[in-house]
Every structure is written in C-alpha cells, then in structure tokens.
C-alpha cells in the first residue's frame, strides 16, 4: 500500500502593520477575511519601520507586539509574528516575503491591506514581482477626498465587499494623549 505523501500547502494571509496599537478593526477585517477567503492562518506582521512612515510616534517594537499577541489569544486561526525585527531596516514587504519562503517552504502567502495602500502600491519594492506570485486581499476604507481611481489591475489583486471601518490607530493615541477613555472607541461599520 502506498502513503500519499503530497500534502497541500497551508495558506497565510499576511497582515502587515504597526499595530499602534492594535484594535477592534483590525480583529473585525482580521476575521473576515478568514471567513471569506481560504486561509488557514492570518498573521499579523508587527513591521518596525514602514519605509513611508516616519517612526517618531512608534511604540517600541516589542511593545507592540506584546500587546498583538494579547489581542489575538482567543482566536486561534490569528497569531501575531515579530519576523521583520530581524530583518533590516526599513522593512520591505518583499523582502520579507522571501524570507519567510525560505523559512516556510510549504506555505503559500497572500497579502491583506487596506485600500488606501493600493493607492501607493505601486511604489513598493519589487510590486511586479509582488503582484505576480502573490494574492493581494484589499479591504475598503473611506477617502476624505474622492476615491482615486486604481493604479494597479491584476488578478490577484481582489477587493474585498468587507465592512469599512471608521477607526484609526492614530485617533486612539490621540484620544489617550487627551485622557479620553478609548475603550470604547467609536467606530462606524458600514
């Protein structure tokens, strides 16, 4: 009798980001993504420095991704991963990628990412590359101005009908730094 040795890949969605500090949102997008895509797994890479954001305002690396792993406990197809704090800096997503390829060669990655970082993903490192051998998942968001029209088309680039969510990281530390109670912020799903 022969064993079937072929086991199929085990499928990631990456969730990069700050994470400064993690929210309900980002859960929300977080779990509908698994339910609505077929991910085994959501990661939530904690990035140490996004090359288009400045780092003054950043909680310490660890400390951020302290409070991921808090957030996550109770759902266990999330974990959160500190891979980029051994990798140099700035960060870059393909980089990355290729890291974890190599450390994971039998899992497939796909991105997730917000709409407002489709509008600039053409500026990435190695977005052909990117785009090419990796699924992008692109949730939503609200525009203050008119919704810019979509640089990049490809096939795996896929919007997602995810609700949108009127919450921002940097509303909450503004709230803190107000001495505003932030634990029950307000957000808007759509």
Known sequence: MTKN???PMKKITLFFGSFNPIHIGHLILANYVLEHS????LWFVVSPQNPFKEKKSLLKDHNRFDMVQL???NYPKMRASNIEFSLPKPSYTIDTLAYLKEKYP???FSLMMGEDNLENLHKWKNVETLI???QILVYPRIFEKE???QKLRHENIVLLKAPIIELSATE???MIKDGKNCFFP???II
């Open 5 to 7: 040795t072929s086991n």
């Open 38 to 41: 077929d991910a085994d797994e």
């Open 71 to 73: 957030a996550l406990q």
């Open 106 to 108: 039998d899992f497939s």
């Open 132 to 134: 090419k051998n990796h």
């Open 147 to 149: 919704k810019p029209p």
């Open 172 to 174: 909450i530390r503004t």
């Open 186 to 188: 307000k957000f808007l």
